[in-house]
Structures are given as structure tokens and as C-alpha cells.
């Protein structure tokens, strides 16, 4: 289990900014919770969902992508355990 797989994009505040980066080509957009969860696929769906069912935004590219949180304009990803 991962933290992707145990957080619902519901359970976040809508004002959390999720960067989305492409595997393929690299291109970075940012978007927040209130932007994916109007789409009503993803209304109830996990982190790890909302990332498989996000593509790249290029029109050409269409590759999969990267989800990560942004916390106080930094892009920091989960630390499990204990300092």
C-alpha cells in the first residue's frame, strides 16, 4: 500500500495543487483538486486512479504520467517513518 493507493482525491482541500509531469516527454502542468475532481470519473477515486487516468497534455504526446503533491510551492513526495 502506498500513499497514493489510501488517499482520495475527496479527501483533499480543494485548493491542493497537484504537479502532473509526463513520463515520455517531460512537460509539467499544475493543477488543483477542485479542477480533476469536476470530472465525474475521478470524483471518488484514489491518487493512484487519478494518476492512471491522466494522460499528458500535449496533443501529440499522450504519454502517461507522474502525480506529486506541492506543499508551500515546494514538490515534496511522501516520507514514510519516523526522524
Not at 23 to 34: D, I, N
Not at 41 to 56: D, G, H, I, M, P
Request: proline content about 4%.
Amino acid at each position: 500500500m502506498s500513499w497514493k493507493s489510501e488517499t482520495r482525491l475527496s479527501d483533499m482541500d480543494p485548493t491542493a495543487r497537484m504537479e502532473i509531469t509526463c513520463r515520455r516527454c517531460g512537460l509539467t502542468r499544475y493543477e488543483t483538486q477542485a479542477a480533476l475532481i469536476r470530472r465525474p470519473a475521478l470524483r471518488f477515486a484514489t491518487l493512484e486512479q487519478v494518476e492512471a487516468s491522466l494522460t499528458c497534455a500535449d496533443r501529440w504526446c499522450h504519454g502517461r504520467v507522474r502525480l506529486s503533491l506541492v506543499y508551500d510551492d515546494l514538490n515534496e513526495p511522501f516520507v514514510g517513518g519516523m526522524a
